[in-house]
């Protein structure tokens, strides 16, 4: 189920949009897609941007080519002598002048941006900036409110974990003795990871857990590479269900298997009309867990199809008074995530998504991706 979950996440992703990948630097640049491919840092920027660092280069989003560092923060140039980003995160403190700042931390220095420029007076010593916080850091995330106690960042270093607290500047030495030493510390989506080595796990920031079954290899999670065909290129909606994967692609659906690889079933392509029993091509779709009702989206109508009916049927047209347009969509056990541009909108149930007459809380997402509960 995991796998399944992760999977239609990224498919998700897919519908959302593909931006166009950067071109290709010297044969220096590092693939995110080989073998023992490790990260050094980990954040997101101003707009939900993914930012990957590994050594002198950036990879922005969960797929494309990596581009040099000091090309969107030129004044690492000038510091060249102090090696590669260890550790960055983006400052979460809404009572703070320093909310939304993006932090990169190199040797002992630290360097704060806002709006894609460095402050004034930065680059600065880590102590001056963060004191009780230690030089050469492994990785660091923040931790805002409710998910930590306090509006927090978390710095490691080695098996030593560092919980600074925005407000009084307090910092509390702790003990995560279940999670690896991490090379690059993420938060996305509310959710929490450490990378080590080519490896990740996800934990709890406020005790250090890792639940599950962990590490996993990153390069399945955060990286697009090669494991789907051209198909899972550009469709237009995606949702599993019972371990298989459909992705509608124009007035075409695709059937997978999911396993490790996924498995292509024979007699696809079917026309969604024979399929899911309306005509394509649809705009989004989803299904909630443990449901067999997979809705579908079309323009400002979404219909239902009961997926252990045979023939299948699309019925119970309603009109979504929200949107006139949705780009993706999908259900979990808490709610709803409708995704129009660059927003997205939590509802807690689908009922309230389509009975609802005012919107919701407006959250920001990544355009070339976004990260799910892994």
Known sequence: MKLLARTACLCLALALTWADSPEDHASAAPDRCVEGFELDAATVNEEGIPYFFQGDYLFKGFHGNADLANETFPELDEHHHLGHVDAAFRMHYEDNPDHDHL????????????????????????SEVFPGIPDHLDAAVECPKPECDEDSVIFLKGNKIYQYHVATKAVNEKEFSSMPNCTAAFRFMEHYYCFHGHMFSKFDPTTGDVHGRYPKEARDYFTRCSKFSEESDHVDAVFSYEDHLYMIKDDQVFLYKVGEPHTHLDGYPKPVKEELGIEGPIDAAFVCEDHHIAHLIKGQKIYSVELKASPRVASNERTISLFKKVDAAMCDSKGVKVFVGNHFYHFESTMVFVAGRALPEQHRVSLELFGCDH
């Open 103 to 126: 932090f990169l931390f190199l040797d002992h220095t630290v360097f704060s941006y806002y709006q894609h420029k460095l402050e004034d007076g930065f680059p600065k010593n880590i």
